[in-house]
């Protein structure tokens, strides 16, 4: 809600005739409310409230509110007199609740001040349900001034717990929070979690509160998570019991998750005004095991926590290099009248910078790429007093954007409006807030140029990174950065009037593919004051400063193109760009024209699979020139840190590597040391550089050194201690791997102003891939070595990749191999040791002609020139050629052909088919006639006719001319079409002729085959062409040929001229190649034409080898493992491509199999390799690997892609071979399978292959294996498969699995199973063992999984897979076959089934007892229970009453599910249960469907080499019988726990459904109403049959009136696991053997039975007992009774001592004893979070053996009736609240009462009237009724929630009394006087005196911890209790007393009451004891009904002396008026004297 109180207005302007009559309108959002009219008052008072209904939403930053006074008209419109705008941004941040807004100007229309001003107040109530804002102080956390509108991250975690303790690991630096280390530390380690939203469930309980303030209060709190808030139920009082608990159910990423708070708010809900909230805390997410739960430390922050000011300051500079944003309509406009052009300044750039949900704008400066700004951004946040940091872990970046605005003349009001609907349409960032760099447009909107961040965790620091005390200065820093460049990037820079495909990238949505400018900025971190202006200007000194940051220095980047390939398409000529900035962009005119791009050449195929560009021996070189800042301080530690960090993570390969392959201990250790002493040595010898003395030094670097420095150390001495102190080396795993990851974070270089290299692939002029690449790691460094970067002159390999690519990388669009060097102009030099070949630099001309009349000459070129440069549009001539400055000619003009671009179309292919279309036309309906054209391509082009084809050299044909009628073409092959004009051929062709059809064609081939060649051939071929270097095309265009054909129109020749540095020697001559070479300009044009020309005529640099070497490459193609699913019958049919530089290969196909073994040799003779081999070795071409699944019917999918780099050997003798290791296959960014793969690359000698290793054995017809020595070890193994049986098969193709097979493979070979003949009647195999005798490595690391199918048999001899499973890893298998183990056998309860005969067995269990023990047992039930059992088992001894002392055994209860305990090992021992899964995987990130399930079990072991050698015995045998068994399943169902609430009210209605085969019990009729932790205290039994029945699913539902019951989840028990167990999990083990009582025995079998049938398990001879049964041996052991039943209590209910000592040693034998099992509910609409638990247990009892025990009773306990009397004595000292009407201090006493839970039982005494000093007495007595649980110590109350409620809910409730003081008004409300709250389980002893009944009595309680006080504390031990209690009440946020009572307490039974009766009040029967009204005194009776006690009590003693006076007074008047009235006569009669 929003009140706006319209006060006053002064000063309103007059009117020409009287004074106005002023109204007020306010408008907020549309909405408008008005006051009333003031008549003729230019000072008009108000005072009104208008109320806006915020309709449940929260206001945000940018609402303001419209105030509008008009002078009010009668008739007609009232006129305007002024205005104000009021923003709300104060009320919205929450950092007020109320917003006075005093002697606001109003203005008029046109924005003037007319003198007049308005006083407003304005007044927020958030609404409770709606999501908080994260800037409201009461919300989120008070990090935000004044936030936006939009529901951001921002402000979560600002406020960091206000936790001062030190953490270990150093002292705190000064002004920074310690805790900000926890978030810091979590910030960087974010990336660690799962980048994917995910299904998360928050639990919330709230308990209870206490000593809250106030008086009478009815708290409630609310919790708010992530944006959900839920609030408990009212309660009354100070210290209320809530016990509830919340669920939030989320869907969002794990690092959102971790960064938000939960906020608890508790709220006085009396209360209706604003400061309703009484405080609030706030938890932070966190693991459970982080730290310890402490609820005392909760402590609620009071509302309006004192904030202070931080502010950060973020100076903006300039900027530089914006693109052009703007469509240069305009500018076309001026140009026509005569304007200047100026396309670069297309721009209207301003900058907008986010942060915490602010945002501010810089001015806008139009028409301007190099903007200067010189503002300072203040974006201020507010924190809490004892935060010293200005921000937080979640707002880790601060953005920048810039923007462009629009320059078309629109007026400023125009203007003003569309910057509003600008900001309105600002993307919504991630969490920090984006700022950029916008054009401004007025029309159009705005546009983003480019989104950068500032990573507050990279440019701030906590000093919590350093885990050691390193004695030295503390490391922490605010956030600080610059003064320095930061780059943005975006999409291309080429703007485009048609919308960006990739607008999204200047979003920073994705990687920027371009460089978009830089912007100059400097922000620092202010914690004092509030900055006077959020926007203001930069002083000049500081601009001044900034100028030193901005020296230049030149920069030189060569890159030499080795080779392109992997090219999946040939298309267009190719050429490569290489810019860094905007230096080297071809189509960017701002920079000089350099040779930035490669020349064009045309895609050639491998004679496999890809196209490749055939460079050959000459390379092709760019030279890019660039002027940039040195920072090479910064570079030079990042790339010395990268140094170190790569070093350490392929040792940690390594490491990882030989743990994985389970090397020796000393091997292993060996790996580790050499591991930490190359990490040590590293950080010893590569010290970072000094960074004092360099100009451009910035205090981010200063701090960043130190950081670094303190990091590197604790990271050497953490390194030196592992060392020493390791105990277990693969334990230090974690330990180093965090090293490298924290290696890495230090290596990030916030401040890297220098822009990463791009390099662009083109096809033609569009724009195709790109890849970037960071300039740190090209750069060369005099430093030192390792300072320079990775790849710094080195040959790398570079995957492009598409922009946007929403297939993540599937499809690679080329593989590049560069070689690059970038280092400054002054060390250029040095850029000749790092080059190889020999570098030529050459300007290029075409000469173009055109055949006309069969002569070639100049006439035909329509378009083009004579002399053009490549394309052919641009014109030039020999002469105007000059050379670049300090370069000349070497040598004249020469013809050289470009044989790249020479595409003939059987280039690369070992087969070739020629086609030639032959054509025909006529008039319609007339004769076929030859067209004008009668051979065609097809395309339509003029083609050869077929005689003319010759077979080219090296070929040969192998077929004659045939008409190609495999198409949609008629008999003769001939399709048909029509012409439409302007078309000259028909677009489309059909098969049918018709009349109307005027062309047809056909299509011509003939077949031709590469002839093996002999040696000298192919260098011959290479010169053959054209004898003057004409190349020649039918149509002008890319598509060249060196044979003229007779088609040909077009024909061109390269002349070419070579130029050689004046004054230089060396390969850096090349980077002095700067400017074009020069144009013609002549002849006519315009700069239009000049522009077009700029930079298109650079020389050509290349490279050339003059030798080349041939290598031998071989891969090894092992095996795959885990791969993804293509078909749809769950397999792949995978085949893999390998690719070599310009060479492919292919693997065989492998059919239906997802763990392919190819066990495959691809050899690669005479790869030629360019360069040196040293180089070679060093840093080899990768080998890639793609993965296919290949299909009969469309195109082969790809399965994935993996790189392995191959071994290099110079040397061809060298006994040295590759290792198979486990490469990843990667598909669309993740894992999607394994390859085994290792690849040799082999340097040929001149002498041939005679030292190549020998071929490797051949499979087949050129498949080559993998040879001995590369291929794993083997060994002859058995693996035995024990196939128990399929369960829950699901359909396939729509038919039931009726009759499958099992199909075992591994290794190579196969087994099948029989065929189960009817999967329903019994779905276990006939035979279950199976036996394969494979080949397996000895190295665990390359064991073959096992791979499962189960095959149906259908009709007509189908045979469909209908489920498959792989076991990837054999090691849990692996067993030693000699060791005889009881998991090979059967379990004990199917060994007795098969033991046992058919007769029942029974039990006896009639033990003679007398009549009097059996009465005894009756009584026992009352107090011992099996509850009582359970709560002594899980330690609630206060719960179980007297059990423990009976001596009676306890039960196991698991926190989690049987088959979790780890020492039952999943209960699988017998058999395993494995998943079947089917159906195409198309997404990766789901799971393919589970279809069934196979029960069973492997068995590894080897077998002995030698054939005569016994082999060893098999490990499946006596196996139990695999037919149905019918049992008896007893389902016990204890309690729920936390179960997820399904009803609006935060509850659930819970009942349960057991489903078990066909059988269904649904208990709806007993469900639970109202609650969250059920005790359902129920037993069910149902038959079924084993193993068909196996799954048990227990539900639990959620009970509905009207509509459809809910599941709140399920649970499932695999009934056979626990059958076929040896663990005895059928029925837990007892602790002792009970005939009767409530632990009677309930097994079928007696326990010696079971020990007897175990000998016999295990093979060992039957028990023997001794001694009356109290002695026992078995299995070499003597047992006695003795040792176990010792000091333990013996009862009447233990059986006879030999069963007893027989289940004590079975006791030992770790089977499963009696339990209750916690197991997790889970549902389909959260597969992965608990939706509560259920404890419970399960029984499993064969019919064969017989009948089982009596079941237990676990019926819940029933509270016990009890009555709580209560006498109100006296009170005294109570609170005189009120003067009566003869001025005397009094109140009219009474007493409230009731018992919490149970107020609509409330009680009050009688009133004591006019108690004048304090006392007042009742003799009263209140009966409270209440249900009460003594073993849990708590009232149960069940009532009705509302009046509309269905079911009574039932609360647990602490047993309390309040008792309360008032004073009674009869026409006013009554006064509360004070409180008194008592638990009657700890009861305050009373004072035996009202003089010494204190409040103190009170504080000693609040003191104590409840659960350590004294049972005699208790009023239930003590009965009844007499005294006196005080009662406070709070005034001034202190508790004062406000009275005592005397009361007597007493607790009664039912029974009891009856025999004591009592009634209330006074009332019959007034006995126990009887109350006798109270002996008040006369003064206490109430005025109003008892006037005669009025006058003789109020007025008589109060006005007595008056009225005796008044009576005298009256007297004397009449007697003075007798005697005055008799007076006279008397005189008279003494005169007259008449008796005389």
């Not at 001062?164 to 002292?171: K, R």
């Not at 330990?735 to 822009?755: C, F, R, T, V």
């Not at 030798?1107 to 885990?1122: E, T």
Request: aromatic share 10%.
């Amino acid at each position: 809600m929003l009140r706006v109180v319209v006060e006053s207005a002064k000063g309103l302007p007059k009117k020409k005739v009287g004074s106005p009559d002023p109204i007020t309108t306010v408008i907020f959002k549309n909405e408008k409310k008005k006051t009333k009219s003031i008549d003729s008052e230019l000072n008009p008072v108000w005072n009104e409230v208008l109320e806006f209904d915020l309709k449940g939403s929260a206001l945000d930053s940018s609402s303001h509110l419209d105030v509008i006074v008009k002078d009010y008209e009668t008739i007609g419109k009232d006129k305007f007199l002024g205005s104000t705008k009021i923003s709300l941004r104060d009320l919205a941040s929450g950092q007020v609740k109320s917003l006075p807004s005093k002697n606001v100007p109003l203005v008029n229309e046109s924005g003037q001040n007319i003198g007049a001003t308005i006083n407003l107040v304005i007044g927020y109530d958030p609404p409770a349900n709606a999501a908080p804002n994260p800037n409201d102080p009461q919300a989120g956390d008070a990090t935000v001034d004044a936030g936006g509108g939009e529901e951001g991250e921002g402000g979560d975690d600002a406020t960091l717990d206000g936790d001062q303790s030190g953490s270990a690991g150093g002292p705190v630096s000064p002004g920074q929070p310690t805790n900000t280390r926890r978030h810091l530390a979590r910030a960087q380690n974010r990336h660690r979690l799962v980048n994917k939203p995910q299904d998360f469930q928050i639990r919330v309980r709230v308990i209870e509160a206490r000593q809250l303030p106030g008086n009478n209060i009815k708290p409630v709190v609310k919790v708010n998570v992530c944006g959900q808030t839920h609030r408990t139920r009212i309660k009354r009082g100070n210290n209320p019991f809530f016990d509830e608990i919340f669920f939030y159910n989320v869907h969002m990423l794990p690092s959102d998750l971790f960064e938000k708070n939960i906020s608890f708010r508790v709220y006085d809900s009396y209360s209706l005004r604003a400061d309703s909230l009484m405080g609030e805390f706030k938890v932070e997410k966190r693991e459970s095991n982080d730290d310890t739960d402490d609820v005392e430390s909760n402590l609620l922050l009071p509302a309006g926590v004192t904030l202070r000011w931080a502010t950060l300051s973020l100076k903006v500079f300039r900027a530089e290099d914006i693109p052009q944003m703007d469509d240069a309509f305009v500018q076309t406009l001026k140009e026509i009248f005569g304007g200047d052009e100026n396309k670069k300044n297309l721009v209207d750039p301003f900058l907008e910078a986010r942060f915490a949900g602010r945002k501010l704008c810089t001015q806008i400066i139009e028409k301007n790429a190099n903007p200067e700004w010189n503002q300072v951004l203040n974006l201020q946040v507010k924190q809490h007093e004892n935060n010293v940091t200005a921000y937080d872990s979640d707002c880790t970046g601060s953005s920048l954007t810039l923007n462009n605005m629009l320059s078309d003349p629109v007026g400023t009001v125009s203007q003003l409006i569309f910057i509003t609907v600008c900001l309105s349409e600002n993307y919504q960032s991630n969490k920090s807030g984006p700022g950029r760099l916008r054009g401004k447009d007025r029309l159009t909107g705005n546009d983003a140029i480019g989104t950068t961040y500032l990573n507050l965790a990279k440019i701030a620091s906590s000093g919590g990174e350093i885990e050691a005390n390193t004695g030295g200065s503390e490391v922490g820093f605010l956030p600080v950065f610059g003064p320095s460049y930061i780059n943005l990037y975006g999409s291309p820079r080429e703007f485009s009037g048609l919308p960006d495909p990739y607008e999204d990238l200047n979003y920073g949505k994705g990687e920027g593919v371009a460089y978009r400018g830089r912007i100059l900025v400097e922000m620092s971190t202010k914690l004092e004051g509030k900055a006077d202006k959020t926007v203001d200007s930069i002083h000049s000194d500081d601009i001044l400063v900034v100028q030193k940051y901005q020296r230049r220095r030149k920069y030189c980047l060569c890159a030499v193109f080795h080779s392109a390939s992997m090219i999946q398409e040939p298309g267009e000529p190719i050429q490569f760009e290489v810019s860094i900035g905007n230096y080297g962009n071809k189509l960017d005119t701002t920079c000089k024209p350099l040779a930035s791009t490669t020349q064009y050449s045309c895609a050639v195929f491998d004679g496999n699979h890809y196209y490749y560009l055939p460079w050959a021996g000459t390379k092709p070189v760019v030279v890019v020139n660039s002027y940039w800042e040195d920072i090479s301080h910064r570079l030079d530690t990042v790339n010395i840190i990268f140094y170190i960090t790569h070093r350490l993570q392929s040792n940690l390969e390594a490491f990882k590597t030989a743990v994985s392959a389970k090397v020796s201990d000393n091997q292993l250790v060996e790996v580790w040391l050499k591991l930490l002493d190359q990490l040590i040595e590293d950080l010893e010898s590569f010290p970072t550089p000094v960074v004092e003395g360099r100009s451009n030094l910035t205090s981010l670097d200063i701090q960043l050194k130190k950081l670094r420095d303190s990091t590197l150390t604790t990271i050497k001495e953490g390194a030196r201690r592992m060392r020493e102190e390791a105990r277990a080396i693969s334990d230090t795993l974690a330990d180093i791997e965090a090293w490298a990851d924290k290696l890495k974070l230090l290596a990030e270089e916030p401040q890297n102003s220098m822009p990463d290299v791009i390099i662009w692939m083109l096809r033609g002029e569009k724009r195709v891939a790109y890849s970037r690449i960071p300039a740190h790691q090209i750069l060369y460094s005099t430093y030192s070595e390792q300072a320079c970067g990775r790849f710094c002159g080195k040959t790398q390999t570079i995957f492009l990749q598409y922009p946007m690519d929403k297939n993540k990388g599937l499809k690679v669009p080329v593989q590049i191999r560069v070689n690059m060097w970038l280092g400054l102009s002054a060390h250029e030099k040095k850029f000749n040791s790092f080059s190889e070949g020999s570098f030529s630099v050459f300007a290029e001309l075409y000469e173009n002609q055109a055949q006309v009349f069969g002569k070639w000459g100049t006439t035909g070129l329509v378009g083009r020139h004579k002399y053009s440069d490549l394309t052919g549009k641009l014109k030039l001539k020999h002469e105007y050629f000059m050379p670049p400055r300090g370069w000349q000619w070497e040598g004249d003009w020469f013809i050289d052909p470009e044989k790249a671009l020479l595409t003939e179309a059987d280039a690369g292919h070992t087969e070739f088919m020629d086609e030639v279309f032959q054509n025909a036309t006529r008039f319609p309906g007339g004769e076929w006639k030859a067209a004008s054209e009668p051979y065609t391509d097809v395309n339509g082009e003029k083609s050869q006719d077929p005689g003319e084809f010759d077979c080219p050299p090296g070929w040969k044909w192998e077929d004659e001319w045939a008409i190609d009628d495999n198409r949609a073409v008629d008999d003769q092959g001939w399709e048909y079409g029509v012409t439409i004009p302007p078309d000259d051929k028909p677009r489309s062709w059909v098969p049918a002729e018709k009349m109307y059809h005027v062309h047809r064609r056909r299509r011509l081939v003939r077949p031709r085959k590469r002839a093996a060649l002999p040696a000298g051939a192919a260098a011959e071929r290479r010169d053959q062409g054209d004898p003057e270097g004409w190349e020649f095309s039918s149509l002008i265009g890319w598509k060249f040929h060196s044979k003229e054909r007779s088609s040909d129109t077009f024909r061109r020749r390269r002349w070419r001229r070579r130029m050689e540095p004046e004054d230089r020697l060396g390969a850096s001559a090349i980077f002095q190649l700067e400017g074009a070479l020069g144009v013609d300009t002549d002849e006519k044009g315009s700069k239009a034409d000049a522009t077009k020309m700029f930079g298109a005529n650079t020389p050509t640099v290349s490279c050339s080898f003059d030798r080349s070497y041939m290598y031998h490459l071989r891969v090894y193609v092992y095996q795959a493992r885990n791969m993804a699913s293509m078909d749809k019958d769950s397999f792949s049919d995978p085949y893999a491509h390998v690719s070599f530089l310009h060479v492919s290969k292919t693997t065989e196909k492998l059919q239906a199999t997802l763990n392919p073994t190819w066990d495959q040799t691809l050899i690669l003779n005479d790869v030629e390799i360019h360069g040196d081999p040293q180089n070679i070795a060093q840093h080899p071409p990768d080998v890639v690997m793609e993965f296919y699944d290949h299909d009969q019917v469309g195109k082969d999918e790809l399965l994935g892609r993996s790189v392995c780099a191959p071994m290099v050997k110079l040397n061809p003798g060298l006994d040295q071979t590759p290792r198979l290791l486990w490469y990843p296959i990667i598909q669309k960014g993740h894992k999607a399978g394994e390859a085994l793969l290792a690849a040799e690359l082999i340097l040929k000698d001149k002498s041939g292959e005679s030292d190549l290793p020998l071929v490797p054995p051949k499979r087949a017809e050129n498949l080559y294996m993998v040879p001995q020595g590369i291929r794993p070890v083997v060994q002859l193994t058995a693996v035995e498969i024990l196939a128990w049986g399929l369960r829950n098969m699901k359909p396939y193709q729509l038919a039931s699995v009726s009759s499958p097979s099992l199909v075992v493979e591994c290794g190579g070979q196969m087994v099948e199973t029989a065929v189960i003949k009817n999967i329903k009647k019994c779905p276990n195999f006939p035979s279950s063992v199976l036996l394969i005798k494979v080949l397996l490595p000895k190295d665990e690391m390359y064991t073959p999984p096992i791979v499962l199918k189960v095959i149906d048999h259908r009709p007509f001899g189908r045979k469909p897979v209908v489920g498959q499973c792989t076991i990837t890893s054999l090691e849990q298998f692996r067993c030693d076959p000699y060791v005889i183990t009881a998991a090979g056998a059967m379990s004990s309860k199917m060994a007795l089934m098969m033991a046992s005969p058919a007769k029942h067995v029974s039990i006896n269990m009639e033990e003679k007892r007398p009549l009097l023990e059996a009465q005894h047992v009756e009584k026992e039930k009352e107090t011992v229970d099996w509850w009582s059992k359970f709560y002594a088992s899980i330690g609630e001894q206060e719960k179980c009453g007297p059990y423990l002392k009976k001596g009676y055994d306890t039960l196991k209860v698991y926190e989690c599910e049987l088959e979790e305990v780890p020492e039952f090992k999943g209960l699988t021992d017998f058999c395993d249960t494995f998943k079947l899964q089917r159906g195409k995987n198309e997404n990766g990130d789901e799971d393919p469907s589970v279809v069934g399930e196979f029960k069973g079990s492997f068995k590894v072991y080897p077998l002995p080499d030698d054939p005569g050698v016994t082999p060893p015995p098999r490990q499946f045998r006596e196996l139990p019988e695999s037919r149905p068994q019918e049992c008896l399943v007893r389902i016990y169902v204890v309690r729920g726990i936390d179960l997820q609430p399904k009803d609006n009210n935060g509850k659930c209605d819970p009942y349960v459904k057991i489903t078990l085969g066909k059988n269904l019990i649904e208990d709806r009729d007993n469900y639970i109403p109202n609650t969250i932790n059920p005790v359902f205290g129920r037993m069910f039994e149902m038959t079924c049959f084993l193993p068909q029945d196996k799954d048990l699913k227990i539900s639990v539902y959620d009970y509905d009136l009207l509509t459809r019951d809910e599941k709140v989840g399920e649970t499932v028990i695999d009934l056979e696991n626990r059958f076929l167990s040896r663990y005895n999990a059928y029925c837990g083990l007892p602790q002792t053997y009970c005939i009767s009582g409530i632990n009677q025995w309930r097994e079928q079998l007696k326990p010696s039975q079971i020990l007897e049938n175990l000998a016999r398990l295990k093979g060992l001879s039957k028990p023997r007992t001794e001694d009356n049964g109290t002695s026992l041996s078995f299995n070499g052991r003597e047992y006695t009774l003795a040792q176990f039943e010792d000091n333990k209590e013996i009862h009447q209910h233990l059986g006879p001592a030999r069963e007893r000592l027989c289940l004590h040693v079975l006791r030992t034998q770790g089977l499963v004893p009696e339990h209750v099992e916690s197991r997790t509910l889970y549902s389909t609409f959260q597969p992965n979070i608990s939706q509560g638990t259920l404890q419970m247990w399960v029984d499993i009892f064969p019919k064969s053996i017989g009948l089982p025990g009596t079941p237990f009773d676990i019926t819940p306990r029933k509270p016990k009736k009890y009555f709580l009397r209560v006498v109100i004595w006296n009170t005294t000292d109570v609170t005189l609240d009120e003067t009566s009407i003869t001025g005397e201090d009094m109140s009219d006493i009474y007493v409230k009462g009731w018992m919490p839970g149970m107020e609509e039982d409330k009680q009050k005494t009688d009133v004591h009237y006019r108690s004048l000093d304090g006392d007042g007495n009742f003799n009263w007595r209140f009966v409270f009724e209440f249900d009460f649980l003594p073993a849990e110590q708590l009232c149960l109350v069940s009532k009705k929630e509302h009046f509309w409620s269905l079911d009574n809910t039932e609360f647990r409730i602490p047993p309390k009394l309040i008792v309360q003081i008032w004073d009674n008004d009869k026409f006013s409300l009554d006064d509360y006087l004070g409180t008194l709250e008592l638990d009657l389980r700890n009861l305050v002893p009373p004072a035996k005196s009202s003089e010494k009944c204190s409040l103190m009595m009170m504080d000693d309680l609040e003191m104590e911890v409840p659960h350590k006080t004294e049972l005699v504390r208790s009023l239930f031990a003590q009965q009844s209790v007499r005294g006196w209690w005080p009662c406070s009440i709070e005034q001034g946020g202190k508790k004062v007393l406000g009275g005592k009572v005397e009361m007597t307490l007493e607790i009664v039974s039912e029974a009891k009451a009856d025999e004591k009766p009592a009634g209330k009040g006074r009332d019959e029967p007034n006995m126990n004891p009887k109350l006798d009204f109270p002996k008040r005194p006369e003064t206490s009776f109430f005025w109003f009904t008892n006037p005669c006690k009025t006058m003789k009590f109020i007025v008589w003693r109060r006005f007595r002396c008056l009225f005796i006076g008044l009576i005298i007074l009256f007297i004397v008047v009449l007697f003075l008026a007798i005697l005055l009235y008799s007076l006279p006569n008397y005189i008279s009669m003494k005169i007259v004297k008449p008796l005389r």
